[in-house]
């Protein structure tokens, strides 16, 4: 009897290892995917969403669901990724070369692994670092072939939680800083600069790899949940309980900006989604009732009905008028103008 308690753990931790990086082949599908898997990626939550040109896109989510469109959105294909867990972040270059970073967290152990996946095809086929012993990543961001950041959760060997990589993700360097309890979300000015936010509530700046505390007081248990630069120093940082925040100083303080938005909603919402192009930002999240909208950096608001109630997790526009937003049951929305009107393009959800 003594010796159960350390199977059932040892037990759980492989299943979770082999669902995310062992994932067998079957004869379930067409692509070799288990047929149950298949049906539950339909209505996996979709957790980011990316776009290289505004026909090409891709959106990631649980169970490993990676769905491509090449013509907009009008058409959305599930891909092979190859593992089982939850992906929170894609990002593509051009349309051929992209990444989708997530991770698998153990039971009872209070750890993670990462996962990593690069596509040189469009994502007709995906490659996973095997090797990567990095914890569990929230987002990865490259400028080109080469330079790269990711952040995720910390652990012992890896305390701040913050990487970057000089040779496209075959190796990756940890960045100096105190111990980290997971971040949330990031963004980046260039392979140099840039800030980052926790679920504490805590801030933080990067620069030259390395970490300097944000001069913002932290907000205590609210989590940070987007971050998106849009200009040479101008940050956006959205969160829980109806939270948006502007950097004029590339992430070292935060402030509200000068409309308070939730005049247009209240404060009920958690937000989760954010994209900014210019002075042109929307804000998304829980419920997914309704997008915020700014044209004018924030100075002033408009709230748009998005026809549906899912809570939303990422938007993405490859121009100003032309955007998508995903979310729970593997919802994917979209516009047309601007976001002033919503179309739904896919959504699972059909199953009891």
């Known amino acids: 009897m003594r010796g159960q308690p350390f199977g059932l753990v040892r037990g759980a931790v492989l299943a979770a290892a082999f669902l995310c990086f062992g994932l067998p082949a079957s004869a379930g599908t067409p692509d070799g995917l288990p047929a149950y898997l298949r049906?539950?990626?339909?209505d996996a939550e979709l957790t980011d969403v990316a776009f290289a040109d505004a026909r090409h896109g891709w959106a990631v989510g649980d169970r490993g669901a990676i769905y491509a469109t090449a013509d907009g959105g009008k058409h959305w294909r599930l891909q092979t990724s190859g593992v089982a867990c939850r992906l929170a972040s894609v990002q593509f270059l051009d349309?051929?070369?992209?990444?989708?970073?997530?991770?698998?967290?153990?039971?009872?152990?209070?750890?993670?692994?990462?996962?990593?996946?690069?596509?040189?095809?469009?994502?007709?086929?995906?490659?996973?670092?095997?090797?990567?012993?990095?914890?569990?990543?929230?987002r990865v961001k490259f400028f080109n072939s080469k330079l790269g950041w990711a952040f995720g959760e910390s652990s012992a060997l890896f305390p701040s939680g913050v990487f970057a990589t000089d040779n496209g993700g075959r190796t990756w360097s940890p960045v100096e800083g105190q111990p980290a309890g997971g971040w949330?979300?990031?963004?980046?000015?260039?392979?140099?600069?840039?800030a980052i936010a926790g679920r504490d509530g805590s801030l933080a700046a990067i620069r030259r790899r390395g970490l300097q505390a944000a001069r913002t007081p932290g907000f205590g248990p609210r989590g940070l949940n987007r971050m998106k630069f849009s200009g040479d120093t101008t940050g956006w940082l959205v969160g829980d309980g109806g939270l948006v925040l502007t950097s004029g100083d590339a992430g070292m303080s935060w402030q509200l900006p000068e409309s308070n938005?939730?005049?247009?909603?209240?404060?009920d919402f958690d937000w989760q989604a954010?994209?900014?192009?210019?002075?042109?930002?929307?804000?998304?999240?829980?419920?997914?009732?309704?997008?915020?909208?700014?044209?004018?950096?924030?100075?002033?608001?408009?709230?748009?009905?998005?026809?549906?109630?899912?809570?939303?997790y990422s938007l993405a526009f490859a121009d100003n008028l032309h955007g998508w937003a995903v979310g729970a049951l593997g919802t994917i929305l979209a516009t047309s103008d601007g976001g002033r009107n919503w179309q739904r393009q896919r959504s699972g959800g059909t199953r009891a």
């Open 184 to 194: 949330l979300s990031a963004d980046f000015l260039d392979a140099h600069a840039g």
């Open 95 to 138: 349309a051929d070369n992209g990444w989708a970073a997530g991770g698998v967290f153990y039971p009872y152990t209070h750890t993670s692994r990462g996962v990593l996946l690069r596509t040189r095809d469009g994502g007709k086929s995906w490659a996973q670092d095997k090797g990567l012993m990095l914890p569990s990543l929230k």
């Open 39 to 42: 049906e539950m990626q339909e």
């Open 261 to 267: 938005p939730t005049t247009r909603v209240g404060g």
């Open 274 to 312: 954010l994209e900014a192009r210019g002075p042109r930002i929307w804000v998304a999240g829980s419920p997914g009732t309704k997008v915020l909208a700014s044209e004018d950096g924030g100075k002033s608001w408009q709230a748009y009905a998005t026809g549906q109630n899912l809570p939303l």
